[in-house]
């Protein structure tokens, strides 16, 4: 999604409308978002090794059991180097208060 309609740059989501993709980025839908201030390692092809691989897969179920069954404030804060739109993305019961 290239064009982000104001009423729509901060949403509260519940994780289960959330697909983790990595340790370091959700999808929303077909919308990939990178997390600010996470930089985990890089899952399958972009790894340079193995033990670079297990990390990534570590780094993406420990993003999985954070978000757990909770809702999840976005709000988009433009794009990053990559293109996908990047996200301080916070995970909470009730009011927003836990930063993943």
């Given amino acids: 999604m290239d064009y982000i309609p104001a009423a729509e740059v901060q949403i509260i989501v519940p994780a289960a409308e959330v697909r983790v993709v990595d340790g370091d980025t959700i999808r929303l839908g077909v919308e990939r978002i990178r997390l600010i201030d996470i930089d985990a390692p890089e899952m399958a092809s972009g790894a340079c090794c193995d033990a670079e691989r297990n990390l990534a897969e570590l780094a993406k179920e420990k993003l999985t059991e954070i978000i757990g069954d909770q ?29 993943c």
Wanted: charged content about 30%; proline content about 14%.
């Fill in 71 to 99: 809702r999840l404030e976005i709000e988009r804060q433009g794009k990053d180097r990559y293109g996908p739109p990047r996200s301080p993305t916070f995970a909470s019961a009730a009011p927003t208060s836990a930063r």
